[in-house]
Protein backbone atom coordinates (compact mmCIF):
# COMPACT_ATOMS: atom_id res chain seq x y z
CA UNK A 1 0.00 0.00 0.00
CA UNK A 2 1.47 3.39 -1.37
CA UNK A 3 1.81 6.32 1.29
CA UNK A 4 -0.76 8.07 -0.91
CA UNK A 5 -3.13 5.38 -0.23
CA UNK A 6 -2.62 5.66 3.58
CA UNK A 7 -2.96 8.98 3.47
CA UNK A 8 -6.12 8.48 1.91
CA UNK A 9 -8.03 6.41 4.25
CA UNK A 10 -6.46 8.14 6.99
CA UNK A 11 -8.07 11.39 5.58
CA UNK A 12 -11.43 9.63 4.57
CA UNK A 13 -11.92 8.04 8.07
CA UNK A 14 -11.65 11.31 9.34
CA UNK A 15 -13.69 12.75 7.16
CA UNK A 16 -16.96 10.91 8.37
CA UNK A 17 -19.35 12.19 10.64
CA UNK A 18 -20.51 10.56 13.60
CA UNK A 19 -23.79 8.83 11.83
CA UNK A 20 -21.72 7.45 9.10
CA UNK A 21 -19.73 6.11 11.53
CA UNK A 22 -21.99 4.64 13.07
CA UNK A 23 -24.02 3.85 9.75
CA UNK A 24 -19.84 1.86 8.80
CA UNK A 25 -20.41 -0.10 12.58
CA UNK A 26 -23.63 -1.38 11.35
CA UNK A 27 -22.90 -1.96 7.37
CA UNK A 28 -19.78 -4.27 8.61
CA UNK A 29 -22.17 -5.93 12.32
CA UNK A 30 -24.77 -7.13 9.51
CA UNK A 31 -22.34 -10.26 9.57
CA UNK A 32 -21.36 -11.62 12.36
CA UNK A 33 -17.77 -12.69 11.55
CA UNK A 34 -16.80 -9.34 10.68
CA UNK A 35 -17.39 -8.34 14.45
CA UNK A 36 -13.53 -9.15 15.38
CA UNK A 37 -12.07 -8.44 11.83
CA UNK A 38 -9.09 -7.18 11.27
CA UNK A 39 -10.41 -4.58 8.75
CA UNK A 40 -12.74 -3.30 11.97
CA UNK A 41 -9.66 -3.23 14.42
CA UNK A 42 -7.84 -0.55 11.75
CA UNK A 43 -10.39 0.91 11.37
CA UNK A 44 -11.04 1.86 15.16
CA UNK A 45 -7.63 2.36 15.73
CA UNK A 46 -7.16 4.78 13.03
CA UNK A 47 -10.52 7.05 14.54
CA UNK A 48 -8.49 7.56 17.60
CA UNK A 49 -6.00 8.95 15.98
CA UNK A 50 -5.11 12.47 15.48
CA UNK A 51 -2.17 11.51 13.30
CA UNK A 52 -1.17 7.77 11.39
CA UNK A 53 1.00 6.27 13.61
CA UNK A 54 1.50 2.35 12.06
CA UNK A 55 3.52 1.43 14.72
CA UNK A 56 0.76 1.56 17.38
CA UNK A 57 -1.20 0.11 14.69
CA UNK A 58 0.48 -3.18 15.20
CA UNK A 59 1.39 -2.89 18.29
CA UNK A 60 -2.48 -3.19 19.37
CA UNK A 61 -4.27 -5.35 16.46
CA UNK A 62 -3.39 -8.44 15.38
CA UNK A 63 -2.53 -7.44 12.08
CA UNK A 64 0.90 -8.29 10.61
CA UNK A 65 3.32 -6.01 9.06
CA UNK A 66 2.49 -8.10 5.92
CA UNK A 67 -1.20 -8.15 6.43
CA UNK A 68 -1.06 -4.28 7.00
CA UNK A 69 -1.58 -3.53 2.95
CA UNK A 70 -4.14 -5.25 2.01
CA UNK A 71 -6.04 -4.92 5.48
CA UNK A 72 -6.13 -0.91 4.47
CA UNK A 73 -6.99 -1.42 1.01
CA UNK A 74 -9.90 -3.74 1.91
CA UNK A 75 -11.09 -1.15 4.89
CA UNK A 76 -10.82 2.25 2.36
CA UNK A 77 -13.22 0.12 0.07
CA UNK A 78 -15.39 -1.01 2.38
CA UNK A 79 -16.07 2.36 3.72
CA UNK A 80 -16.59 3.42 0.26
CA UNK A 81 -19.82 0.67 -0.19
CA UNK A 82 -20.79 1.46 3.69
CA UNK A 83 -21.39 5.70 2.41
CA UNK A 84 -22.63 4.82 -0.96
CA UNK A 85 -25.33 3.16 1.05
CA UNK A 86 -25.91 6.03 3.51
CA UNK A 87 -29.53 7.52 2.88
CA UNK A 88 -27.65 11.27 3.42
CA UNK A 89 -25.40 10.45 0.36
CA UNK A 90 -27.82 9.98 -1.91
CA UNK A 91 -28.64 11.14 -5.13
CA UNK A 92 -30.19 10.95 -8.47
CA UNK A 93 -26.91 9.88 -10.59
CA UNK A 94 -26.03 6.95 -7.95
CA UNK A 95 -29.85 5.98 -8.30
CA UNK A 96 -29.66 5.80 -11.58
CA UNK A 97 -25.96 4.39 -11.91
CA UNK A 98 -27.51 1.40 -8.83
CA UNK A 99 -30.24 0.92 -10.85
CA UNK A 100 -27.86 0.09 -14.35
CA UNK A 101 -26.09 -1.95 -12.19
CA UNK A 102 -29.03 -3.81 -11.16
CA UNK A 103 -30.17 -4.28 -14.61
CA UNK A 104 -26.84 -5.69 -15.85
CA UNK A 105 -27.02 -7.95 -13.25
CA UNK A 106 -30.67 -9.62 -14.57
CA UNK A 107 -29.46 -9.32 -18.22
CA UNK A 108 -26.59 -11.76 -17.07
CA UNK A 109 -29.15 -13.92 -15.18
CA UNK A 110 -30.95 -14.49 -18.53
CA UNK A 111 -33.90 -12.21 -17.08
CA UNK A 112 -34.28 -9.55 -20.67
CA UNK A 113 -37.41 -8.05 -20.49
CA UNK A 114 -36.81 -7.37 -16.24
CA UNK A 115 -33.69 -5.60 -17.28
CA UNK A 116 -35.15 -3.46 -19.95
CA UNK A 117 -38.14 -2.69 -17.62
CA UNK A 118 -35.11 -0.95 -15.32
CA UNK A 119 -33.16 0.16 -17.61
CA UNK A 120 -36.32 2.22 -19.64
CA UNK A 121 -37.25 3.38 -15.92
CA UNK A 122 -33.69 4.58 -15.31
CA UNK A 123 -33.03 6.21 -18.38
CA UNK A 124 -35.91 8.26 -18.14
CA UNK A 125 -34.95 9.42 -14.70
CA UNK A 126 -31.82 10.40 -16.43
CA UNK A 127 -33.18 12.24 -19.15
CA UNK A 128 -35.30 14.34 -17.05
CA UNK A 129 -32.56 15.28 -14.62
CA UNK A 130 -30.09 16.25 -18.02
CA UNK A 131 -27.84 13.01 -16.95
CA UNK A 132 -27.24 12.63 -20.57
CA UNK A 133 -23.72 10.73 -20.19
CA UNK A 134 -25.28 7.66 -18.59
CA UNK A 135 -28.70 8.22 -20.56
CA UNK A 136 -26.24 7.38 -23.61
CA UNK A 137 -24.37 4.27 -21.77
CA UNK A 138 -28.29 2.88 -20.61
CA UNK A 139 -29.23 3.27 -24.24
CA UNK A 140 -26.25 1.33 -25.69
CA UNK A 141 -27.45 -1.70 -23.26
CA UNK A 142 -30.92 -1.61 -24.43
CA UNK A 143 -29.46 -2.13 -27.71
CA UNK A 144 -27.18 -4.78 -26.79
CA UNK A 145 -30.17 -7.10 -25.35
CA UNK A 146 -32.58 -5.82 -27.80
CA UNK A 147 -30.07 -7.08 -30.87
CA UNK A 148 -29.21 -10.07 -28.95
CA UNK A 149 -32.47 -11.74 -27.86
CA UNK A 150 -36.07 -11.30 -29.81
CA UNK A 151 -38.00 -9.67 -26.61
CA UNK A 152 -40.68 -8.33 -28.66
CA UNK A 153 -41.14 -5.63 -26.31
CA UNK A 154 -42.68 -2.66 -28.42
CA UNK A 155 -43.16 -2.95 -32.13
CA UNK A 156 -40.84 -0.41 -33.77
CA UNK A 157 -38.23 -0.99 -30.93
CA UNK A 158 -34.99 -0.30 -32.69
CA UNK A 159 -36.17 3.18 -34.70
CA UNK A 160 -36.94 4.41 -31.39
CA UNK A 161 -33.22 3.23 -29.90
CA UNK A 162 -31.26 4.88 -32.91
CA UNK A 163 -33.88 8.11 -33.05
CA UNK A 164 -33.14 8.63 -29.04
CA UNK A 165 -29.10 7.49 -29.61
CA UNK A 166 -28.63 10.06 -32.31
CA UNK A 167 -30.25 12.81 -30.17
CA UNK A 168 -28.17 12.25 -27.14
CA UNK A 169 -24.78 11.85 -29.66
CA UNK A 170 -25.50 15.67 -30.69
CA UNK A 171 -26.67 17.35 -27.30
CA UNK A 172 -23.48 15.17 -25.86
CA UNK A 173 -21.09 16.59 -28.55
CA UNK A 174 -22.59 19.91 -28.17
CA UNK A 175 -21.84 19.35 -24.11
CA UNK A 176 -18.13 18.14 -24.60
CA UNK A 177 -17.13 21.14 -26.84
CA UNK A 178 -18.59 23.60 -23.98
CA UNK A 179 -17.24 21.70 -21.47
CA UNK A 180 -13.49 21.48 -22.80
CA UNK A 181 -13.90 26.02 -23.86
CA UNK A 182 -15.38 26.60 -20.69
CA UNK A 183 -12.69 24.63 -18.61
CA UNK A 184 -9.92 26.07 -20.87
CA UNK A 185 -11.07 29.96 -19.87
CA UNK A 186 -10.63 28.82 -17.02
CA UNK A 187 -7.72 27.74 -16.59
CA UNK A 188 -6.29 30.84 -18.58
CA UNK A 189 -7.90 32.35 -15.76
CA UNK A 190 -6.52 30.52 -12.25
CA UNK A 191 -2.97 30.77 -14.59
CA UNK A 192 -2.69 34.66 -15.74
CA UNK A 193 -6.22 36.78 -14.17
CA UNK A 194 -7.43 39.18 -16.46
CA UNK A 195 -5.87 39.57 -20.35
CA UNK A 196 -2.50 42.09 -19.78
CA UNK A 197 -2.19 42.60 -23.64
CA UNK A 198 -3.98 42.82 -26.80
CA UNK A 199 -1.85 39.64 -27.69
CA UNK A 200 -3.74 38.06 -25.23
CA UNK A 201 -7.36 39.19 -25.78
CA UNK A 202 -6.95 38.16 -29.31
CA UNK A 203 -5.54 34.45 -28.52
CA UNK A 204 -8.59 33.79 -26.05
CA UNK A 205 -11.02 35.60 -28.18
CA UNK A 206 -9.78 33.38 -31.39
CA UNK A 207 -9.65 30.35 -28.72
CA UNK A 208 -13.08 31.13 -27.75
CA UNK A 209 -14.87 32.22 -31.04
CA UNK A 210 -13.15 28.96 -32.49
CA UNK A 211 -15.42 26.47 -30.33
CA UNK A 212 -18.44 28.60 -29.70
CA UNK A 213 -20.59 27.33 -32.98
CA UNK A 214 -23.83 29.49 -33.18
CA UNK A 215 -25.82 27.04 -31.23
CA UNK A 216 -29.79 28.01 -30.90
CA UNK A 217 -30.06 28.59 -27.09
CA UNK A 218 -34.03 27.60 -27.43
CA UNK A 219 -32.77 23.79 -28.76
CA UNK A 220 -30.07 23.26 -25.81
CA UNK A 221 -31.56 21.43 -22.32
CA UNK A 222 -30.55 22.70 -19.26
CA UNK A 223 -26.68 21.36 -19.13
CA UNK A 224 -25.73 22.51 -22.50
CA UNK A 225 -27.28 25.64 -22.06
CA UNK A 226 -25.36 25.92 -18.02
CA UNK A 227 -21.84 25.25 -20.02
CA UNK A 228 -22.27 27.64 -22.40
CA UNK A 229 -23.03 30.27 -19.95
CA UNK A 230 -19.87 29.38 -17.94
CA UNK A 231 -18.15 29.39 -21.20
CA UNK A 232 -19.89 32.78 -21.75
CA UNK A 233 -18.94 33.95 -18.24
CA UNK A 234 -15.03 32.96 -18.59
CA UNK A 235 -14.67 34.75 -21.59
CA UNK A 236 -16.53 38.20 -20.26
CA UNK A 237 -14.18 37.99 -16.95
CA UNK A 238 -11.28 37.50 -18.86
CA UNK A 239 -11.50 40.12 -21.16
CA UNK A 240 -12.85 42.53 -18.48
CA UNK A 241 -16.21 42.37 -20.01
CA UNK A 242 -18.20 43.01 -16.30
CA UNK A 243 -21.43 44.16 -17.57
CA UNK A 244 -21.33 40.56 -19.69
CA UNK A 245 -20.25 39.21 -16.91
CA UNK A 246 -23.21 40.51 -14.90
CA UNK A 247 -25.65 39.28 -17.97
CA UNK A 248 -24.37 35.65 -17.99
CA UNK A 249 -24.15 35.07 -14.58
CA UNK A 250 -27.80 36.24 -14.34
CA UNK A 251 -28.80 33.73 -17.04
CA UNK A 252 -26.80 30.86 -15.48
CA UNK A 253 -29.05 31.54 -12.20
CA UNK A 254 -32.10 32.05 -14.14
CA UNK A 255 -31.61 28.67 -15.40
CA UNK A 256 -31.97 27.18 -11.74
CA UNK A 257 -34.78 29.16 -11.70
CA UNK A 258 -36.65 27.50 -14.83
CA UNK A 259 -35.39 24.21 -13.34
CA UNK A 260 -35.78 23.93 -9.78
CA UNK A 261 -35.60 20.01 -9.46
CA UNK A 262 -32.20 20.59 -11.10
CA UNK A 263 -30.71 22.19 -7.62
CA UNK A 264 -30.12 18.99 -5.71
CA UNK A 265 -28.50 17.43 -8.94
CA UNK A 266 -26.51 20.57 -9.11
CA UNK A 267 -25.53 21.73 -5.75
CA UNK A 268 -22.15 23.17 -6.98
CA UNK A 269 -23.41 25.08 -9.97
CA UNK A 270 -26.04 26.29 -8.22
CA UNK A 271 -24.14 27.98 -5.67
CA UNK A 272 -21.59 29.04 -8.45
CA UNK A 273 -23.81 30.80 -9.93
CA UNK A 274 -24.60 32.67 -7.33
CA UNK A 275 -20.65 33.42 -6.99
CA UNK A 276 -20.48 34.83 -9.98
CA UNK A 277 -23.21 37.11 -9.47
CA UNK A 278 -21.56 38.64 -6.62
CA UNK A 279 -17.76 38.49 -8.09
CA UNK A 280 -19.45 40.41 -11.30
CA UNK A 281 -21.57 43.23 -9.11
CA UNK A 282 -17.99 43.90 -7.08
CA UNK A 283 -16.31 44.46 -10.33
CA UNK A 284 -19.09 46.95 -11.35
CA UNK A 285 -19.38 48.65 -8.08
CA UNK A 286 -22.68 48.06 -7.13
CA UNK A 287 -22.68 48.20 -3.71
CA UNK A 288 -26.67 48.28 -2.57
CA UNK A 289 -27.33 45.27 -5.22
CA UNK A 290 -24.16 43.32 -4.00
CA UNK A 291 -25.23 43.46 -0.77
CA UNK A 292 -28.70 42.30 -1.25
CA UNK A 293 -27.61 39.58 -3.51
CA UNK A 294 -25.13 38.04 -0.86
CA UNK A 295 -27.67 37.87 2.03
CA UNK A 296 -29.83 35.69 -0.53
CA UNK A 297 -26.94 34.11 -0.93
CA UNK A 298 -26.66 33.72 2.95
CA UNK A 299 -30.31 32.35 2.99
CA UNK A 300 -30.39 29.98 -0.24
CA UNK A 301 -27.40 28.04 1.99
CA UNK A 302 -30.65 27.13 4.12
CA UNK A 303 -32.61 25.62 1.36
CA UNK A 304 -33.06 21.92 1.93
CA UNK A 305 -32.83 21.11 -2.06
CA UNK A 306 -28.58 21.82 -0.82
CA UNK A 307 -26.87 18.13 -0.07
CA UNK A 308 -25.69 18.49 3.98
CA UNK A 309 -22.20 17.50 2.80
CA UNK A 310 -18.37 18.43 3.42
CA UNK A 311 -17.98 19.71 0.08
CA UNK A 312 -21.29 22.01 0.59
CA UNK A 313 -19.89 23.26 3.49
CA UNK A 314 -16.62 24.17 1.99
CA UNK A 315 -17.69 26.00 -0.90
CA UNK A 316 -20.60 28.34 1.35
CA UNK A 317 -17.48 28.94 3.37
CA UNK A 318 -15.64 30.10 1.00
CA UNK A 319 -18.05 32.06 -1.20
CA UNK A 320 -20.13 33.52 1.87
CA UNK A 321 -16.91 34.99 3.42
CA UNK A 322 -14.61 35.67 0.22
CA UNK A 323 -17.63 38.11 -0.72
CA UNK A 324 -18.23 39.51 3.19
CA UNK A 325 -14.18 40.73 2.41
CA UNK A 326 -15.39 41.91 -1.34
CA UNK A 327 -18.60 44.16 0.59
CA UNK A 328 -16.48 45.86 3.01
CA UNK A 329 -13.84 46.89 0.59
CA UNK A 330 -16.59 47.98 -1.75
CA UNK A 331 -18.11 49.97 1.43
CA UNK A 332 -14.67 51.00 2.38
CA UNK A 333 -15.41 49.56 5.70
CA UNK A 334 -12.02 48.70 7.48
CA UNK A 335 -12.33 49.09 10.78
CA UNK A 336 -13.43 46.05 13.33
CA UNK A 337 -12.53 43.57 10.81
CA UNK A 338 -10.86 41.41 13.64
CA UNK A 339 -13.48 39.18 14.48
CA UNK A 340 -14.00 38.39 10.62
CA UNK A 341 -11.02 37.56 9.84
CA UNK A 342 -10.24 35.11 13.34
CA UNK A 343 -13.52 33.62 11.80
CA UNK A 344 -12.29 33.37 8.52
CA UNK A 345 -8.55 31.77 10.08
CA UNK A 346 -10.63 29.12 11.97
CA UNK A 347 -12.53 27.86 9.32
CA UNK A 348 -9.59 27.69 6.73
CA UNK A 349 -8.57 24.89 9.31
CA UNK A 350 -11.85 23.29 9.65
CA UNK A 351 -12.03 23.13 5.75
CA UNK A 352 -8.33 23.23 4.64
CA UNK A 353 -8.55 20.07 3.00
CA UNK A 354 -10.97 20.80 1.41
CA UNK A 355 -9.65 23.92 0.01
CA UNK A 356 -7.03 24.33 -2.76
CA UNK A 357 -4.07 27.14 -1.81
CA UNK A 358 -5.14 29.43 -4.32
CA UNK A 359 -8.40 29.86 -2.49
CA UNK A 360 -6.47 30.32 0.78
CA UNK A 361 -4.45 32.75 -1.04
CA UNK A 362 -6.40 34.64 -2.07
CA UNK A 363 -7.92 34.77 1.52
CA UNK A 364 -4.98 36.05 3.12
CA UNK A 365 -4.07 38.96 0.39
CA UNK A 366 -8.10 40.23 0.70
CA UNK A 367 -7.06 40.07 4.41
CA UNK A 368 -3.65 42.09 3.68
CA UNK A 369 -6.12 44.83 1.83
CA UNK A 370 -8.37 44.78 4.58
CA UNK A 371 -5.26 45.98 7.76
CA UNK A 372 -3.64 48.17 4.90
CA UNK A 373 -7.10 49.82 4.55
CA UNK A 374 -7.08 49.98 8.49
CA UNK A 375 -3.46 50.97 8.16
CA UNK A 376 -2.26 48.18 9.72
CA UNK A 377 0.65 47.89 7.70
CA UNK A 378 2.65 45.55 9.47
CA UNK A 379 -0.18 42.99 9.60
CA UNK A 380 -0.99 43.38 6.05
CA UNK A 381 3.02 42.51 5.29
CA UNK A 382 2.45 39.26 7.42
CA UNK A 383 -0.31 38.01 5.59
CA UNK A 384 1.31 38.99 1.76
CA UNK A 385 4.52 37.32 3.37
CA UNK A 386 2.22 34.04 3.76
CA UNK A 387 1.78 34.42 -0.10
CA UNK A 388 5.03 35.28 -1.26
CA UNK A 389 7.09 32.69 1.25
CA UNK A 390 4.97 30.59 -0.94
CA UNK A 391 7.43 29.24 -3.51
CA UNK A 392 5.19 25.64 -4.44
CA UNK A 393 2.02 27.31 -5.16
CA UNK A 394 0.82 28.03 -8.65
CA UNK A 395 -1.34 31.16 -7.43
CA UNK A 396 -2.84 33.39 -10.39
CA UNK A 397 0.42 35.19 -11.79
CA UNK A 398 -1.39 38.98 -11.90
CA UNK A 399 -2.58 38.25 -8.12
CA UNK A 400 1.11 37.74 -7.39
CA UNK A 401 2.05 40.39 -8.87
CA UNK A 402 0.06 42.63 -7.06
CA UNK A 403 0.98 41.29 -3.97
CA UNK A 404 4.42 42.52 -4.34
CA UNK A 405 3.22 45.63 -5.45
CA UNK A 406 0.98 46.07 -2.16
CA UNK A 407 3.90 44.60 0.02
CA UNK A 408 5.82 47.44 -1.65
CA UNK A 409 3.00 49.83 -0.43
CA UNK A 410 2.81 48.16 2.94
CA UNK A 411 6.75 48.63 3.25
CA UNK A 412 6.81 52.41 2.89
CA UNK A 413 4.01 53.07 4.54
CA UNK A 414 5.15 51.21 8.02
CA UNK A 415 8.16 53.48 7.82
CA UNK A 416 10.48 49.56 6.84
CA UNK A 417 12.79 51.96 4.43
CA UNK A 418 15.93 50.07 5.06
CA UNK A 419 13.72 47.21 3.25
CA UNK A 420 12.47 48.87 0.12
CA UNK A 421 15.33 49.04 -1.84
CA UNK A 422 16.33 45.28 -2.16
CA UNK A 423 12.05 44.73 -2.53
CA UNK A 424 12.07 47.07 -5.31
CA UNK A 425 15.11 44.72 -7.14
CA UNK A 426 13.04 41.71 -6.37
CA UNK A 427 10.10 42.91 -7.63
CA UNK A 428 11.18 44.45 -10.77
CA UNK A 429 12.70 40.99 -11.66
CA UNK A 430 10.01 39.01 -10.84
CA UNK A 431 7.53 41.01 -12.84
CA UNK A 432 9.64 41.21 -16.21
CA UNK A 433 9.77 37.33 -15.30
CA UNK A 434 6.17 36.96 -15.19
CA UNK A 435 5.91 39.61 -18.49
CA UNK A 436 3.86 41.96 -16.12
CA UNK A 437 5.63 44.87 -16.09
CA UNK A 438 3.07 47.41 -17.22
CA UNK A 439 2.45 50.91 -17.04
CA UNK A 440 0.61 51.12 -13.87
CA UNK A 441 3.54 49.02 -11.88
CA UNK A 442 6.30 50.80 -13.90
CA UNK A 443 4.95 53.19 -12.67
CA UNK A 444 4.78 52.55 -9.33
CA UNK A 445 8.38 50.84 -8.88
CA UNK A 446 9.52 54.31 -10.74
CA UNK A 447 7.84 56.81 -7.83
CA UNK A 448 9.22 54.21 -4.99
CA UNK A 449 12.20 53.85 -5.71
CA UNK A 450 12.67 57.87 -5.99
CA UNK A 451 11.10 58.38 -2.96
CA UNK A 452 14.53 58.72 -0.75
CA UNK A 453 15.54 61.50 -2.68
CA UNK A 454 12.43 63.53 -2.94
CA UNK A 455 12.20 65.86 0.07
CA UNK A 456 9.21 66.00 2.71
CA UNK A 457 8.03 69.61 1.55
CA UNK A 458 7.86 67.72 -2.44
CA UNK A 459 6.50 64.81 -1.13
CA UNK A 460 2.61 65.79 -1.77
CA UNK A 461 3.39 67.19 -5.41
CA UNK A 462 4.71 64.53 -6.11
CA UNK A 463 1.72 62.07 -4.67
CA UNK A 464 -0.12 64.23 -7.12
CA UNK A 465 1.78 64.22 -9.99
CA UNK A 466 1.82 60.12 -9.60
CA UNK A 467 -1.85 60.36 -9.10
CA UNK A 468 -2.14 62.60 -12.31
CA UNK A 469 -0.20 59.78 -14.52
CA UNK A 470 -2.17 56.83 -13.10
CA UNK A 471 -5.52 58.51 -13.90
CA UNK A 472 -5.30 58.27 -17.30
CA UNK A 473 -4.65 54.20 -17.10
CA UNK A 474 -8.04 53.83 -15.00
CA UNK A 475 -9.97 53.41 -18.63
CA UNK A 476 -7.68 51.81 -20.21
CA UNK A 477 -7.96 48.11 -21.39
CA UNK A 478 -5.46 46.32 -20.10
CA UNK A 479 -3.88 48.16 -17.27
CA UNK A 480 -6.83 48.96 -15.31
CA UNK A 481 -7.19 45.54 -13.92
CA UNK A 482 -4.45 46.66 -11.61
CA UNK A 483 -6.93 48.47 -9.48
CA UNK A 484 -8.89 45.88 -9.62
CA UNK A 485 -6.94 44.26 -6.84
CA UNK A 486 -5.49 47.27 -5.18
CA UNK A 487 -7.13 51.13 -5.05
CA UNK A 488 -4.23 52.84 -5.65
CA UNK A 489 -5.88 55.77 -7.05
CA UNK A 490 -7.78 56.11 -3.60
CA UNK A 491 -4.45 55.05 -1.66
CA UNK A 492 -2.93 58.14 -3.51
CA UNK A 493 -5.88 60.76 -2.81
CA UNK A 494 -5.90 59.91 0.85
CA UNK A 495 -1.84 60.61 0.80
CA UNK A 496 -2.41 64.03 -0.65
CA UNK A 497 -5.57 65.04 1.19
CA UNK A 498 -4.15 63.89 4.28
CA UNK A 499 -7.08 61.66 5.39
CA UNK A 500 -7.29 57.82 5.88
CA UNK A 501 -7.58 55.65 2.73
CA UNK A 502 -11.18 54.06 4.38
CA UNK A 503 -12.89 57.51 3.91
CA UNK A 504 -11.87 58.24 0.89
CA UNK A 505 -12.74 54.83 -0.63
CA UNK A 506 -16.11 55.12 1.66
CA UNK A 507 -16.74 58.68 0.39
CA UNK A 508 -16.33 57.49 -3.18
CA UNK A 509 -19.15 54.57 -2.37
CA UNK A 510 -21.51 56.80 -1.00
CA UNK A 511 -21.04 59.30 -4.69
CA UNK A 512 -22.25 55.99 -6.62
CA UNK A 513 -24.90 55.30 -4.09
CA UNK A 514 -26.12 58.72 -4.89
CA UNK A 515 -25.83 58.48 -8.52
CA UNK A 516 -27.84 55.73 -8.78
CA UNK A 517 -30.42 56.16 -6.71
CA UNK A 518 -30.74 59.25 -9.00
CA UNK A 519 -30.80 57.42 -12.19
Not at 139 to 155: A, D, G, V
Not at 453 to 458: A, E, M, N, V
Request: aromatic share 12%; with cysteine.
Amino acid sequence: MTNDLTDNLFSLIKSLSPSEKRQFSLFVGRIGVNADSKFLSLFKMISKQKVYDEEAILKSTKISKQQLSNVKGHLYRQILISLRLNPSQQNVSLWVREQLDFALILYRKGLYKQSLKILDKAKNVALQYEEKNIAFEILEWEKIIESQYITRSIRSRAESLVSQTRELIKFNTVAAELSNLSLELYGIFLKLGHARTQEEARFIRDRYYLTLHSFQVEDLGFREKLLLYKAQLWYAFLTQEFLNCYRYANKWNDLFTQYPHMVEVHPVSYLKGNHYLLESLFYLNHTDLFEKTLNRLEQTLENPKLPNDDNISALAFLYVYSNKLNLRFMKGDFADGQPLIDTIEEKIEVYRSRLDGHHIMMFYYKIASLHFGNEDFNSCIAYLKRILDNKGLEMREDLMCFSRILNLVAHYEAGKDYHLDRLIRSTYKFLIRMNDLHGVQREMIKFLRQLPDISPLDIRKEFKRLHGILKQYEEHPYERRAFLYLDILSWLESRIESRPVAEIIAQKAGVRKVRRTGS
